[in-house]
């Protein structure tokens, strides 16, 4: 994952301008943001020491320093996790994809939610299971299933620009979260595929993967243009799945008693109802 961490590290110091951490900026630049010797200055390192890190030639390299070079790059906690895990990656066997199943106990827990539209996440932002409202919300069902997949959906089904009105803020979300989950599984071929499918086919992807942002999706707001319950306004909140890693229950909260709710409350009535004879 080395190109990844100097990909990285570059993309964030780019974004820092030496008036922002109380240097003087002297010359003509070259590129935008800090140069490499001005970290490495201001995260009391040697400049060699910061230049081979940046490509992926040092060696195995410190908490203390890691924190330091997140202090002078202004990372956010999810960015910090993400330099870790970058800068030290797990051993690069390849290991072959496991099934992703959803347990029992955790379906019934997914289907006890009728009253509010939830769904499961796997590796990759592929989606594994949800309940008869997060289908009547967002349509799973009628997805095939090898395009069961968030980015998939986002990226290459042209009807995704008109159910998501923040289409561009979901993309950018949707990236930097999948940018995330590539750190946390270097060798993982699939998301390789993936990401070369979708960097082939949209070049909004492209774009988004190339910036290196990177987020978790713990909560926040989306709204769907539902094509018959009208704009919904949808907090939500991501619940990470005790002893299955790379699972998260994603739960639709409309706000009690909001329009959202009304339409909601509607859609659960329609998915509810029995589907006519013939």
């Known amino acids: 994952m080395e190109a990844d961490l100097g990909d990285f590290l570059r993309s964030r110091r780019a974004r820092i301008q030496p008036e922002d951490v109380g240097l003087q900026a002297y010359g003509r630049r070259r590129v935008p943001g800090l140069r490499r010797e001005e970290v490495a200055q201001l995260a009391g390192v040697s400049v060699d020491y910061y230049i081979r890190l940046e490509q992926g030639r040092g060696p195995s390299v410190s908490d203390a320093v890691l924190d330091a070079i997140a ?18 990656p797990k051993s690069r066997a390849s290991a072959p994809a496991a099934s992703q199943r959803v347990r029992p106990g955790l379906r019934l827990v997914l289907d006890s939610l009728a009253g509010a539209p939830a769904f499961i996440l796997g590796r990759r932002m592929d989606v594994l299971a949800w309940n008869a409202l997060g289908d009547a919300v967002v349509g799973f069902s009628r997805m095939p299933a090898a395009e069961r997949n968030m980015p998939r959906q986002v990226f290459l089904e042209p009807a995704a620009r008109e159910l998501y009105p923040d289409w561009a803020a979901v993309a950018a979300e949707t990236v930097a979260y999948l940018r995330l989950d590539a750190g946390l599984h270097p060798n993982d071929r699939q998301l390789a595929t993936l990401v070369g499918e979708l960097s082939l086919k949209s070049e909004d992807f492209r774009r988004l993967w190339a910036d290196h942002q990177v987020k978790s999706k713990t909560s926040g707001v989306k709204r769907i243009n539902h094509a018959v319950a009208g704009e919904l306004v949808l907090p939500y909140e991501t619940l990470g799945a005790a002893g299955d890693p790379g699972q998260s229950l994603v739960v639709y909260t409309p706000e009690p008693g909001s329009e959202t709710a009304e339409r909601v409350a509607l859609l659960a009535s329609w998915a509810a109802a029995p589907a006519p004879a013939g």
Request: aromatic share 6%; glycine share 0%; proline share 0%.
């Open 71 to 88: 202090r002078v790059l202004r990372l956010d906690e999810t960015e910090h996790t993400y330099l870790r895990t970058v800068a030290r």
